[in-house]
C-alpha cells in the first residue's frame, strides 16, 4: 500500500463548479499536510499548509484534514479556467531533521469556461 | 524575499553522457535542500536531501549523485546517463522541517 493515495483524475468541470480533491494515507505519524498547485511544465507551488485535523480557509480554496480516518480534503468554490492544473496532496511527518514530504500522486484539474 | 533557479530549463542528452545539474536559493541562510525527480503522470521522488554544507543523503540507489559545495548551491551528477534518468528534476527547499518551495524544473530528455 502506497503511503499516499491519491485518485489521478482526470477531472474536469464547468466553470463556477465546486470542486472536491481527495487524498488518503496510512502513516499515522504525518503531522503537517500541504496542497501544491502544479501547472504543466512549472514547479509546484504551495497552495495551502495546514496542522492537524481541522478546516483551513483561504479564498476560494479549503484544506480539511481528518487524521481519525487520514483523510484529505482540498475544495475550490467557484472554480476559475485558471485553477486547470495538477494537485497534489503532501503530508509531512514530524521527528525528521529535514522536511520529508511524501506526495501523492496528483489530480489533474481542468475547468472548462 | 527567497528565491530559487535552476538551469538549465531543457536538456536533450544521449545515453552515456555526463549530467550536471545546478540549484541555488537567494534570500535565506543555511536551507535545507532537496532534488526531486518527477516522470510523466507520476508523483514527486524525493532523491537528495541535505541539511548542510557537504551534507549529502540518497533516498534511493540510483545513478545519479548529489553535491553541495556552497551553503545555497545544490548539485545534481551523473557519469553516465541512462534512458530512465529521464524526467522533470526538481530543487526545493526549507527552513528545517517546515514547508518546502519548489524551484522552475528542468526537464531532461536522455536518448
Known amino acids: 500500500q502506497k503511503e499516499v493515495e491519491q485518485d489521478p483524475g482526470p477531472l474536469s468541470v464547468p466553470e463556477g463548479a465546486i470542486v472536491s480533491l481527495n487524498c488518503t494515507y496510512s502513516n499515522s505519524a504525518f503531522q503537517y499536510f500541504m496542497w501544491y498547485r502544479q501547472y504543466s511544465r512549472k514547479g509546484p507551488e504551495l497552495l495551502m499548509y495546514t496542522y492537524s485535523s481541522g478546516n483551513k480557509e483561504d479564498g476560494r480554496f479549503t484544506a480539511q484534514v481528518d487524521k481519525s480516518s487520514k483523510y484529505i480534503s482540498l475544495f475550490i468554490r467557484d472554480s476559475q479556467p485558471s485553477d486547470s492544473a495538477t494537485y497534489l496532496c503532501?503530508?509531512?511527518?514530524?521527528?525528521?531533521?529535514?522536511?520529508?514530504?511524501?506526495f501523492g500522486q496528483g489530480t489533474i484539474l481542468t475547468v472548462h469556461p | 524575499s527567497q528565491t530559487i533557479h535552476q538551469w538549465p530549463a531543457t536538456l536533450v542528452q544521449p545515453v552515456g553522457s555526463p549530467l550536471s545539474l545546478e540549484c541555488t536559493v537567494e534570500g535565506t541562510s543555511n536551507p535545507n535542500l532537496y532534488w526531486y525527480r518527477q516522470a510523466a503522470g507520476r508523483g514527486l521522488q524525493l532523491l537528495f536531501y541535505?541539511?548542510?554544507?557537504?551534507?549529502i543523503s540518497s533516498e534511493v540507489p540510483q545513478n545519479l549523485s548529489a553535491s553541495r559545495p556552497q551553503d545555497r548551491q545544490f548539485i545534481l551528477s551523473s557519469k553516465k546517463l541512462l534512458l530512465s534518468d529521464s524526467g522533470f528534476y526538481l530543487c526545493a527547499w526549507s527552513v528545517a522541517t517546515d514547508t518546502q518551495y519548489f524551484g522552475p524544473g528542468t526537464r531532461l530528455t536522455v536518448l
Open positions: 541535505s541539511v548542510g554544507i557537504g551534507q
Open positions: 503532501a503530508p509531512l511527518a514530524g521527528g525528521t531533521s529535514y522536511g520529508k514530504l511524501t
